[in-house]
Each structure stands twice: as C-alpha cells, then as structure tokens.
C-alpha cells in the first residue's frame, strides 16, 4: 500500500536557504494533507495542513503548496535553521476517515539543515 | 503544554506473551488512536476509537490486538500473543475533535522489542 510516497529518503541544504520536502499521492478521494516532524525518541508534531479545496497555505516559515493534478504537495521552509533538522512525515486522510482520524503516512524524509 | 504521555518507553518480551501498552491522552480528547512504525518503515494506522468503541482499524489490527479505554484517562493497546514480527515502535495520539484536517497529537512511543 504506498499511497503516500515520499521519495527522497533524505535532503541536506545550508542554514538560512529554502528546504523543499515532496510528497506525491495515489488516492484522488484524499480530503486533508497534514506534515509531521519527528525528532529522534519523540512521536510525531504536526506542522501544517491542508484541504485538497486549497493550492496553498502558510504558517510562518512553513508552506504547503498542493497540486491536486500533479497529486503532488510540497512543504517549504524558509529559511531554513539547524534546529529543523529532522524527519518530516506526508499523511493524508480520505472522506471516511475523515470521520475517525486515520492518517495515512508516507516513508518520511530525513532534513539535515547545516549551519 | 498538555501532552500524550506513553509508558514503558521501552519493553522486551517473550515471544507468545501478552503485553499492555498504556498511553494518557490529553484530558479533554475524545478521539484516540494507535499507530506503528517497524524499524526503518513508514508510521502505519492501526486503530481508531471513539466513544467507548472502535470506530476504524486496519487489517494489522487483527484479533490478537484490543483497545480499551478502562477508565476516564487511561487508553491501552493490548496484544494477546506477541510475535517478532510485533517489534515495533507503537504510538499513541488523541484530538479533540474528528475531521480530516485535524492536529494530532502522539506520544513519545512505546518502543517493543519481541525475543
């Protein structure tokens, strides 16, 4: 079952410049995006989400752009801080679990942001 | 700032025995969920629960697994007959509300080790 993928295992970039983590998605019935960053030993923080309705929303340093023809989204930091260093976690919800909360999650993708 | 707090963080067990894995919402969530994530694979949904009953699981969540909520804080994942294939980190999360757009919140984990 991959219908979340994200298919970079793991991106590196400089502090201060833009990290760009994608996600890409098979399931066109999905309603809801949510990111999550993990750090080690610590379960899952949400970030940000979005409604397939939306192309974009923001949340300070955090964007995520969503292209339903692509079924591809994308998070963007900017600008980058080494403190962001993480794993970043794409999960989606479709129209019935929208109404128990199952999430479905991508493999994750390791950000190392370098000083 | 509330927290989903998990115990034991860590636990080893026999292969065939049971073991309970306890996990405290955040007070006032009425929606509570299991996840797992096996070493080096993605976080998968296992249960969701609401108002005293399952209300969505996936096919992981066969017989040899239960939920119970036995009083008004406490939320438990109980597998009756450990395998190896069990070990795994298994997170908790609760939200206040249902929706696809929703933040969860997840505990720290429960890391399970099968021998």
């Known amino acids: 079952d991959q219908q979340v993928k994200q298919n970079s295992p793991s991106l590196s970039v400089q502090e201060g410049r833009i990290s760009i983590l994608n996600c890409d998605y098979t399931?066109?019935?999905?309603?809801?995006f949510l990111w999550y960053k993990k750090y080690p030993a610590e379960g899952p923080t949400f970030l940000i989400s979005?409604?397939?309705?939306?192309d974009k929303n923001e949340d300070g340093r955090f964007t995520v752009f969503l292209n339903k023809s692509a079924k591809h989204l994308s998070l963007h930091i900017v600008p980058s801080q080494p403190g962001d260093s993480a794993v970043y976690f794409c999960?989606?919800?479709?129209?019935?679990?929208?109404?128990?909360?199952?999430?479905?999650f991508g493999q994750g993708t390791t950000l190392q942001v370098k000083p | 700032e509330p927290e989903v707090t998990q115990t034991p963080s860590h636990q080893v067990t026999q292969m065939g025995q049971e073991v309970i894995l306890r996990c405290v919402p955040i007070?006032?969530?009425?929606?509570f969920y299991w996840y797992r994530q096996i070493l080096g694979q993605k976080v998968e949904f296992l249960v969701s629960?609401?108002?005293?009953?399952?209300?969505?699981k996936s096919e992981i969540f066969d017989d040899q697994f239960s939920v119970e909520r036995p009083d008004g804080s406490n939320f438990t994942l109980k597998i009756r007959s450990t395998k190896l294939e069990d070990s795994a980190m298994y997170f908790c999360?609760?939200?206040?509300?249902?929706?696809?757009?929703?933040?969860?919140?997840f505990g720290q984990g429960t890391r399970l080790t099968v021998v």
């Open positions: 399931n066109s019935m999905f309603d809801y």
């Open positions: 999360a609760s939200t206040s509300v249902q929706g696809g757009g929703t933040e969860a919140f």
């Open positions: 979005i409604s397939s309705i939306k």
């Open positions: 629960f609401y108002n005293n009953e399952i209300s969505e």
């Open positions: 999960a989606a919800s479709a129209p019935y679990s929208s109404n128990t909360g199952k999430l479905i």
């Open positions: 007070s006032n969530h009425l929606y």
